[in-house]
């Protein structure tokens, strides 16, 4: 099947209100804008270097995700035009996100990233340490970071039940931090969670924004 034919087929099984973001991270400039040709506007990329080549080729008004592990001194290259950054996981990268933010005039919007998988691999805050971030307060005098949510990743494993309960979680914590932190912020309100082969369980459990690569581009 084709690109097209992927997000053709997606975009019949995937609810309005859920957002697709199309994982492109080592694919190449010409199969994003294959995509953007179908109508594609969001995608993802985890890495910044590869990031700011193709943002210099593709056209502008796509709405770059980043959703790796982001470095600290490397904020400051995608400040100026990234839509979201998905792995907001420390206190420390939050202040420079915030430093960068201001220097381009500009607010950042972000998601907590949450670990509840059972792989040390995976990164984020655990949710007792996302929940001593939060009551620390020192997010809420970052006047350029919008906070939109939460992100996590379930275990990557063959048991859906597993995979269900980790969802759940997830939208668990999402609702306990609206509604001690951000019940008067209306922007906080993405469950990022879900990828190519658990988005079906993951928008069951409540996600409303879903990151696919393989069913879209096929394997790297």
């Not at 040390?120 to 970071?145: M, Q, V, Y």
């Not at 069951?204 to 696919?212: A, C, D, H, V, Y």
Request: aromatic share 8%; hydrophobic share 40%.
């Amino acid at each position: 099947m084709s690109i097209q034919a992927h997000i053709a087929e997606l975009q019949e099984i995937i609810p309005t209100g859920v957002t697709m973001v199309a994982v492109s991270k080592f694919h190449p400039s010409s199969m994003i804008q294959e995509a953007y040709d179908c109508g594609q506007r969001v995608f993802g990329e985890s890495r910044v270097q590869e990031l700011l080549v193709k943002q210099q080729e593709l056209p502008n008004d796509i709405q770059w995700h980043f959703i790796g592990t982001l470095q600290r001194n490397k904020v400051k290259q995608i400040a100026p035009f990234i839509s979201l950054i998905h792995s907001l996981d420390s206190e420390r990268l939050m202040l420079e996100i915030e430093k960068q933010g201001a220097a381009c005039s500009r607010v950042i919007p972000c998601l907590l990233q949450l670990h509840v998988a059972q792989e040390e691999t995976k990164s984020g805050f655990t949710p007792d340490e996302c929940r001593a971030f939060l009551e620390n307060g020192r997010w809420r005098e970052c006047n350029h970071i919008q906070f939109s949510g939460i992100m996590g990743m379930a275990t990557y494993t063959n048991d859906d039940a597993q995979i269900r309960k980790e969802f759940q979680h997830l939208k668990s914590l999402f609702e306990e931090f609206k509604a001690k932190y951000f019940a008067d912020i209306a922007a906080f309100k993405e469950i990022s969670m879900g990828m190519s082969g658990d988005f079906s369980l993951a928008i069951e459990e409540g996600s409303t924004m879903i990151r696919l690569g393989t069913v879209i581009f096929g394997e790297r």
